[in-house]
Each structure stands twice: as structure tokens, then as C-alpha cells.
């Protein structure tokens, strides 16, 4: 099992700058992937940004330039740095990871938190 905590949001005025955590726990050495999402208020779950064990990362269109998804191994843990953020980036911010072990593969994700920009 993987658990995964995040930390970090908050309310922040438009061209601000955010720095979100997702910390695991649990089997983190069969985590194959990490990444955060967005839910907006009536809209779709959609992928913000991903990073492999690797070290490759993906990244939405609309956050390109703006974001940047890095990871500390040693302390498990996962960071998504919003700079220039802007009111569409509102949303409730989702940590996932991608488990994967033999056969078994699985999502686990976070519970949230809360970005609110301001204009």
C-alpha cells in the first residue's frame, strides 16, 4: 500500500507563486511514476505534470514554461513549483502515483489540496 500526503496550497494572487509536496509512505519502492492533477469545480480530473523513477517528465500545454515537477528520492517525495500562476490554475490539486510490482499494477492518489488564485 502507498500514502501519499500533500501539502503546500493555498490562496495566492495571479502571477504568484505556489510550491506544492506530496510525501509517500508505504511500499514507495514500487512506485514506478508520480505525478500531479487538477480538478476544477464541474470539470474533468485533468494531468498537470508527471515524473518517471527515470527521471522523465510530461507536462500539460497550459502549464509549459510555468511548472516544474521534480522529485526528492531520498526523502520520498514528490514537488510541483507554480510560478506565474493565473486564476484558470484554480483547482483542487491531486498527487498520484503509478505502483507497479510483478503483475500488480495500480493508482494511488492523495486526498488534495486546494489552489486558489486571486485576481
Known amino acids: 500500500q502507498v500514502l501519499l500526503v500533500e501539502s503546500g496550497g493555498g490562496l495566492v494572487q495571479a502571477g504568484g507563486s505556489l510550491r506544492l509536496s506530496c510525501a509517500a509512505s508505504g511500499s514507495v519502492s514500487s512506485i514506478a511514476a508520480m505525478g500531479w492533477y487538477r480538478q476544477a469545480p464541474g470539470k474533468q480530473r485533468e494531468l498537470v505534470a508527471t515524473?518517471?523513477?527515470?527521471?522523465?517528465?510530461n507536462y500539460a500545454d497550459s502549464v509549459k514554461g510555468r511548472f516544474t515537477i521534480s522529485r526528492d528520492n531520498a526523502k520520498n517525495t514528490v514537488y510541483l513549483q507554480m510560478n506565474s500562476l493565473k486564476t484558470e490554475d484554480t483547482a483542487v490539486y491531486y498527487c498520484?502515483?503509478?505502483?507497479?510490482?510483478?503483475?500488480?499494477?495500480?493508482?494511488?492518489w492523495g486526498q488534495g489540496t486546494q489552489v486558489t488564485v486571486s485576481s
Open positions: 515524473i518517471t523513477s527515470g527521471g522523465s517528465t
Open positions: 498520484k502515483a503509478d505502483y507497479s510490482r510483478i503483475s500488480v499494477r495500480r493508482d494511488y
